[in-house]
């Protein structure tokens, strides 16, 4: 009683005050100890009983897991077995529930000590082994000890360990089997029961079918099963059950509201969080880091998200980790670079997320060299780069092919034991083809334990961007025999682009005529791309010309401006006009057209277009970049 007060120099005080306190009283006293967290004084009065019966060594065994002295705990354990006092079902489901996966092994002996003493015959002793089965994630071992268990000693809380063990697993329809057996056995779900069975369906009809028995047992007005409702709706696409749900629950919690304003977020529907966010400071519910995650990941204006700021920063928010990151990542993702470094700079404490999140940010805002500065202090901080650390800044280095750095950031990779990352071996070859090293490419490519398809595609890439067209479509041919690879979309587009600048026109053709009856991969706009530019350099604008009719891929620009930069590098004015008529449609102001055009017209002696064409460019007022050049600058 005294305990409860708080005060733990009351307890003390009590307790002498008694003249010949009993061992109820001793144990009264350990008890208030450690509940009032004074470990060290609660281990003194357990030293100082006179006698020690089974409470008190529960006592101490049950403190010890609340004050986070696991270890001790079993200790205790271990010393009541060697003394003869004995355990009752209490030690063992406390000790049980201290087992996590490091502690596996003496779990399974406790377990056999159960089964030797006839303790199985307890439903609090059967249900701390599936407790501790399931933290485990050993779930053989925890359907073994739920068969084993007999009828009577299987309650409500035994399928509710089940029901939540399985759902924490992903094991999803084992659960809605188990919430069936449950009701067959005439065991009446309470409100866990459902919040565990709602969270396995991964369908809106088998989430009604839950729904409707939630409806008969009167739980609709629980907030946490209606929460739990809420989200499985959302997740299924049915906003409109997630509406009225939310609409029904009488007293709503920040989860409540979290959930809605993530569905809205979830949709684009930026302007209804907000109001939701308005409505659920009206009801006095105040905002988490989950409500401002959600509030931010739906902010469509920087004005929106400086607003949030001033809430985060009124509500004290900003010291969580979290919210920080959310901010940053949401300026970055804004533009608003600047305004992130500012928070970043500002952070009392920056986990992994914080730094990834702002070397990424000055990469995509256009600033490499502060990137890469960032990357630096991180490795200056007590913080250790990870995998997407060293990807984004390798990703830098490519961009701006700074070799040294990326030499550098290879050793680090080697350094903090990523050299068998498969991502990682993918942007290195990216990185020294892009610096001119092919053999580098090639030599980190040889030296990858696991190659994946971004690797191959990788490589074609290097050896097109150096010109090497043969070895781009030897390494294609070896690609499709190797081991967890299989070509995409990606693959054709890099070894197309590869057999274009070498002018290998028999083996492009065979290649983009083997994606859709060989792979399956229908020829996309970049292919297409590719095969004109392929045949026009190679003077076959009549094949190209039909290939593009046939395909019907007028739509697409880039199509059009490979068969134009065809048509004027082989000076072919009657296709030259027609091309260019496709472009001027979509694109009227651009003077490249024209002036590439005239060059045709002027090349073919046809002066007279020629000046046409010039005219046309001052009536629709079509100015020609002007050309500069550095000599005597």
């Not at 307790?15 to 100890?33: A, H, K, Q, R």
Request: with cysteine.
């Amino acid at each position: 009683m005294y305990a409860k007060s708080g005060e733990l120099g009351l307890v003390k005080r009590v307790f002498d005050e008694i003249e010949n306190p009993d061992v109820y009283s001793w144990t009264s006293l350990l008890s208030g100890c450690m509940k009032l967290g004074d470990f060290g004084y609660a281990c003194r009065v357990f030293d100082e009983m006179p006698k020690r019966g089974l409470a008190v060594w529960n006592a101490m065994i049950t403190g010890c897991g609340e004050n986070g002295c696991d270890d001790v705990a079993f200790d205790f354990f271990r010393k009541m077995h060697l003394v003869g006092v004995g355990f009752d079902h209490y030690s063992i489901a406390c000790v049980l529930s201290l087992c996590d996966f490091e502690l596996l092994d003496f779990g399974r002996l406790v377990h056999s000590l159960v089964i030797k003493s006839g303790f199985m015959g307890r439903s609090s002793v059967v249900n701390a082994l599936l407790t501790m089965y399931f933290k485990c994630k050993c779930v053989a071992d925890a359907y073994g000890v739920f068969e084993e268990g007999e009828s009577k000693v299987l309650d409500q809380i035994s399928f509710n360990v089940v029901i939540d063990g399985l759902v924490s697993m992903g094991r999803e329809e084992e659960a809605l089997l188990m919430f069936k057996d449950m009701k067959n056995l005439g065991l009446k779900p309470t409100e866990l029961t459902f919040v565990s069975v709602i969270s396995s369906c991964s369908s809106a009809r088998i989430g009604m079918q839950v729904y409707s028995q939630v409806f008969k047992t009167g739980f609709e007005d629980f907030t946490s099963v209606a929460n739990a409702l809420m989200s499985m709706f959302s997740k299924c696409e049915e906003f409109d059950a997630t509406i009225l749900i939310f609409d029904r629950v009488k007293e709503k919690d920040v989860v409540s509201w979290n959930t809605m304003i993530t569905s809205f977020a979830q949709r684009n529907m930026g302007t209804d969080a907000i109001w939701t966010y308005i409505l659920m400071q009206r009801e006095d519910v105040e905002p988490d880091e989950f409500t401002i995650g959600s509030l931010l990941v739906s902010s469509e204006s920087i004005t929106t998200v400086e607003m949030i700021q001033v809430v985060v920063m009124k509500k004290g928010l900003n010291k969580k980790i979290e919210v920080s990151n959310a901010l940053l990542s949401t300026f970055c993702r804004c533009g608003q670079i600047h305004h992130a470094y500012q928070i970043f700079r500002e952070m009392d404490q920056k986990n992994l997320i914080s730094w990834n999140t702002m070397i990424l940010g000055w990469q995509l805002s256009g600033f490499p060299a502060y990137s890469l500065e960032t990357f630096s202090e991180l490795l200056a901080s007590k913080l250790s780069p990870d995998v997407y650390s060293l990807s984004t800044v390798l990703s830098t280095c490519a961009s701006i092919s700074a070799m040294e750095q990326g030499k550098q950031i290879h050793g680090c990779i080697v350094t903090f034991g990523y050299i068998a990352e498969t991502s990682l071996g993918n942007v290195l070859i990216t990185l020294y083809a892009k610096c001119g090293v092919l053999d580098w490419s090639l030599r980190v490519f040889k030296t990858m334990m696991v190659r994946d398809t971004i690797s191959w595609n990788s490589l074609i890439s290097a050896y097109a961007q150096h010109g090497r067209g043969m070895e781009a479509v030897h390494c294609f041919e070896v690609m499709q025999n190797a081991y967890g690879a299989k070509p995409d979309e990606a693959t054709f587009t890099a070894v197309l682009s590869a057999c274009s600048h070498s002018g290998l026109v028999n083996e492009g053709l065979k290649i983009f005529n083997s994606m859709s009856k060989s792979f399956g991969i229908e020829p996309g706009v970049d292919h297409f791309s590719c095969i004109v530019d392929l045949l026009g350099r190679a003077g076959y604008l009549d094949v190209t010309e039909g290939l593009v009719s046939s395909k019907h891929i007028d739509v697409d620009p880039n199509v059009w401006w490979a068969l134009f930069s065809s048509c004027v590098a082989h000076n072919n004015l009657r296709l030259g006009e027609i091309v260019a008529g496709f472009l001027l449609e979509t694109e009227q102001n651009d003077s490249t057209i024209y002036v590439l055009l005239s060059n045709i017209y002027a090349n073919s002696g046809n002066w007279e277009e020629s000046a046409k064409l010039r005219e046309l460019m001052r009536k629709y007022q079509v100015a020609k970049q002007p050309g500069s050049s550095w000599i005597g600058s």
